[in-house]
């Protein structure tokens, strides 16, 4: 392990004292500056533990956690816990709700230069644009504009990474927009490394640099968005992150596919939809409207294939759809 590398985790495990099973289990991956990076993974596969390993909020039974080259100390060796090189937004923010926006980010400032203080705390406002909110008490914002209060905090003092633990988890989808263009703007224009945490993988697939992928507490793969969605390595990464159709061998065999390996998956968007006929039609079980485009479940030989369909109400319940798959992914894992 070399001394420019940036944040390195070794061989990492731990495990609960009241569990049997590890939070984490052997966990090797680093961690690139300046990036964003998504930890994702199935409720439970450790992806809270290791945020709280990098950030020193646990110590690691085995292996070991380093920032550039040097280890983290743990709650044991430190009096208060955490790196002082790193912040971490939890789910419930943290705030003095009946203090105003300005003196929550300000008070985050030592009193030594007052100028600097009233400065720094104004351009971090502006930059979440939470400025506006300036005078308002923190228990009067709306979930998002806590969110950004919490970010506000967390980076006035310059840390060099922020964690964030399902930044998401209090925000509706149009905010969710903004929040993530707010997160990589973090990192891009002021070089902060993010690792963040969330249940959601999409998440992780639109804003992320990097995604590392946690199963039962293992990282199983990690890469870019566009290499785990389009060429995963396991079934897991390929269910995770998009929900895709997965078929047995045979199942795949007698839609007409030539697999070699025992598991097929198959994304809805692959499933190629024909306005003429085909030689493989499959009946319209059901449709999901999802606003502009459905989504379509599609039965053949007892297999059912969800598809993706903008010509929405084109097709019927119960008619024949010309279907046409000549893309898949094939895994030896079956799980
Ligand atoms: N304080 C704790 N004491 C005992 N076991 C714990 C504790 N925190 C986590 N665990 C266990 O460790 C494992 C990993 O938990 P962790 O919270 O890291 O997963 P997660 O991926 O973040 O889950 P979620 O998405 O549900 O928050 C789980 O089996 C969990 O029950």
Not at 134 to 148: A, C, F, T
Not at 183 to 208: E, F, K, M, N, Y
Request: glycine residues 6%; charged residues 25%; proline residues 4%.
């Amino acid at each position: 392990m070399s001394n420019d590398t940036f944040i390195e985790l070794s061989e990492v495990s731990k495990t609960y004292p009241t569990e049997t099973f590890a939070g984490v289990k052997a966990v090797t991956t680093s961690i690139p500056k300046g990036k964003v990076v998504a930890i994702v993974g199935e409720s439970g596969s450790g992806k809270s533990t290791m945020l709280k390993l990098i950030y020193g909020l646990l110590s690691p039974d085995e292996g070991m956690v380093l920032f550039k080259g040097e280890a983290i100390l743990g709650p044991a060796e430190k009096l208060i816990p955490g790196h002082d090189s790193m912040k971490m937004v939890t789910q419930d923010f943290s705030l003095n709700t009946y203090a105003k926006v300005y003196e929550n980010v300000a008070s985050m400032l030592p009193n030594t230069d007052l100028k600097y203080k009233e400065e720094k705390s104004w351009a971090v406002m502006r930059f979440l644009r939470i400025d506006h909110l300036h005078n308002k008490r923190v228990s009067d914002l709306s979930g998002g504009e806590q969110q950004r209060v919490a970010i506000a905090r967390a980076i006035i003092t310059e840390p060099e990474v922020l964690l964030m633990d399902e930044p998401f988890s209090q925000v509706d989808t149009p905010l969710k927009t903004h929040l993530r263009a707010d997160i990589r703007r973090l990192s891009h224009d002021l070089g902060i490394t993010v690792i963040l945490v969330s249940h959601d993988p999409v998440d992780g697939l639109s804003l992320a640099d990097e995604i590392v992928v946690l199963n039962k507490g293992q990282v199983v793969e990690s890469g870019s968005p566009e290499q785990l969605y389009n060429q995963p390595q396991n079934v897991y990464t390929a269910k995770l992150l998009a929900d895709c159709n997965i078929l047995k061998k045979e199942e795949a065999v007698k839609l007409g596919l030539r697999p070699l390996k025992d598991t097929v998956a198959i994304y809805p968007e692959w499933v190629e939809l024909k306005r003429s006929w085909t030689s493989k039609s499959f009946i319209l079980i059901d449709s999901f409207f999802k606003g502009n485009y459905e989504e379509l479940l599609l039965e053949r030989d007892h297999i059912r294939l969800r598809a993706i369909n903008f010509h929405i109400n084109h097709y019927k319940k119960g008619a024949a759809v010309p279907v046409v798959l000549d893309r898949f992914l094939e895994f030896y894992q079956t799980t």
